[in-house]
């Protein structure tokens, strides 16, 4: 069911991009809202269907992605913080690389062998993807295919990075040693 309400949103935000969209000028005259509606928005109707299809996969593969409310703000702002010529920003990718590498460091924290060692190659993966797509410049997967709009590769690089950094502080700050900080676990709704 949540994974439909996701996806009916961001249907509502790319009928309506303008009031919805993260808009540097917006969030400093006080439209907060968009340091989270902003990952709803889409360019193209081939973006709105990655983005969704992905987070509908994850979320009915792994559960609710508790993080994301936190996560999306988080994101918003390193955005306009480390790229201050940025003025305006739409897509779920940032937020979906996060989500991988936090599912993948949970399965890691959770198994042994093979398992643990594959779980650490899809973060590290993400990760590598990510920083080589900043480098390059060019999206690996998505190259070909029009998102409506020139995509900010560094989102890929500061979800990743973010999402690593989250589990990572959250699993040793606290009380936790066990498969997964509470505050990031991705559960059932």
């Known amino acids: 069911m949540g994974a439909l309400l996701l996806a009916a949103a961001a249907g509502v935000a790319a009928a309506f991009p303008g009031g919805f969209e993260l808009h540097r000028t917006a969030v400093e005259h006080g439209e907060v809202w968009r340091l989270w509606t902003g990952h709803l928005v889409h ?5 709105f269907g990655y983005d969704v299809g992905a987070a509908v996969l994850l979320w ?3 559960g609710a992605p508790r993080f994301w409310l936190w996560m999306a703000p988080l994101v918003s702002l390193v955005l306009l913080g480390v790229l201050p010529g940025l003025e305006r920003y739409y897509g779920m990718s940032a937020i979906l690389h996060a989500w991988v590498v936090i599912v993948a460091l949970q399965v890691a924290a959770a198994s042994q062998g093979a398992r643990r060692l594959g779980a650490v190659a899809v973060a590290g993966g993400v990760l590598a993807k990510s920083a080589t797509e900043t480098w390059l410049g060019t999206s690996i997967f998505t190259s070909e295919i029009d998102l409506g709009g020139p995509v900010l590769h560094a989102s890929h690089l500061v979800g990743a990075t973010l999402g690593f950094v989250s589990w990572t502080v959250l699993w ?3 009380p936790w040693h066990r498969p997964a900080p509470e505050a990031l676990m991705c559960g059932d709704g």
């Open 43 to 47: 360019g193209s109707t081939a973006h």
């Open 60 to 62: 009915v593969a792994f």
């Open 172 to 174: 040793y700050a606290g």
